[in-house]
Structures are given as structure tokens and as C-alpha cells.
């Protein structure tokens, strides 16, 4: 049984949209399903030099600051952080009772994230692996967005990961091939016990899937609670999920050149579920098929 939830954000210079991303959690954190437990929101200030450490203040979470200009580095230090203040020797949870969230500074959580990562938790997994979709193209050319559709929909790599695995407790474990920092959630003992995040600049959230797997730790690829992040240019890592969309952007684009860059990304599962209301930004692409369950019923 989880007894407390960690929520982990990075951020380097995101002033513009921490905001929307901590609001997005907070109200995940509201859920029914959810209510009743305590949720630490955790905001790693990375090399900032704008108001972003303010604006996580401000918003309620706690701010640990780094200098490292490294997402993994900051992924660990927040965790770690997490892991110290609530796994309290004398009356704090054990580490499988804790649940740690990780997203994107950039990124909207749907209403029912943290409640379907719960649900999934309580049927014995010890990692759910989101998908993200892309809602705003309007700072890349035509074509961007039906290449995402086109290519993120479809498995873009023959893998291990992508074949059937045993079901665990009724449900199937891959849904979809992929792994996003901006869309994970582990159990804090098989975190622990996989070493946790390294300091990688890009494909920390791949290394640390991949040690949990290989540790026999059951892992679900869930393509039931996509989250929605920024397709902006500036690109913050190189090999990471900007350098996949500039790839997409180019007119020359082809499936033949870029299965290694579309692999960091999930196929986009439909209009987002239970994010804050408000239209959303207008896409070029026509939307998959959304899933929905009674998890994501406001």
C-alpha cells in the first residue's frame, strides 16, 4: 500500500511554464483517489538564473537548488531529497509505501496522473512509464506535427521492450516502447535498489527503467495516462526530446533517419485527459483515440 507520494520537477530557466506544470500537479494531487495521502511537491532549481526557485516557492513546493546544468544530477537530487524527509526511520513510510512522481518543468499532468499511477501501484507495479503528446506547434513549420502523429503512433524500434510480456495481476505490461523523465513514477525501494537516477545529461530515465527491468522488477508501459509537454526549439540536451522534434522539422525528415531521436518519445494517445480547463492549443495533427476511465472523471 502507498502511504505518501513525492512529485520531482527539474528546471533550468523556466520561469514561463513552471507554473502551469506545478498548478497541473497540485490539482492531481486533489484527486479522490488521491486526497487522502501526503503529497511532497519537490522543484530542483538547476543553474537558474531567472525567477524559477521564486515561482516554485510561491506555487507551495519545496526548492532545492544545484549547479550541475544536468537533468539527471537534478532528477537525483530532488529524489534524494524526497526520499530523506519523508522515509523517516521512526514514523515515516517504509520505501515501498512512498511513490515517486517524476516530470517536466514544461510539461501539464492530466487530473487523474497521480490516482492511475496509485492504481497501478496497488496491482504490484513498481514503475508505470507514461507517454507524452504535443498540443502547440506554432513554432515549427507545417508538416511537424503529422510527422509526430505519424511516427510516434507506431513503434519506432524493434525491441525487447516492445514484445508481449507476461501480465502481472490481469494486465499487459507494454503498451508502448518508450521512456520520458516528464512521464515516470517508481516505488521508492525498487528506486533505491536500482541505483537510482545517474547524473546523465540526457537518457537518465531510460538507464534507470532499464536497471529496474533488468532487476526483474515489474515495469508498466502505460499508454493510459499520456501527459502533455512543450514542443519548443531551444533545445535544453542534446539527443534529448528537443533535438527530436528540430529532426521532425526539417522538410528532409524521413523515418529512415531518425528512429534513433523518435525513440526518447511515446505516441500521443488522443486529446489530454483532466488537465486544467480552458481551451487547448490549437494542433495541425487529428487526434488519436483518447482513453478513458473513471480515474480521469472530474
Known sequence: MIRAIAVVVPARDEERLLGGCLASVRRAARHPR?????????????????????????????VATIRACNVGAARARGTDRALAEVLSPSRGPAPDELWLAHTDADTRVPYGWLARQLSYAEQGWDAVVGTVQVLDWSEH??????????QYATPVRPSVETAPKPTLRGGPRAEHPHVH???????????RSAGGFAALAVGEDHALVAALEALGRPVRRAADLPVITSARRGVRARGGFGDTISALSLPSALPSVLPSALAVAGPPAGPPVGVPSGPPPVSSAAPLPTVRTAIDSR
Open 34 to 62: 488521491v486526497a487522502g495521502l501526503p503529497v511532497r511537491l519537490v522543484v530542483v532549481a538547476d543553474s537558474c538564473q531567472d525567477r524559477t526557485a521564486a515561482i516554485a516557492r510561491h506555487a507551495g513546493a519545496e
Open 181 to 191: 523523465g516528464a512521464n515516470l513514477g517508481v516505488r521508492a525501494g525498487a528506486y
Open 141 to 150: 513549420p507545417p508538416g511537424t506535427a503529422e510527422r509526430f502523429q505519424r
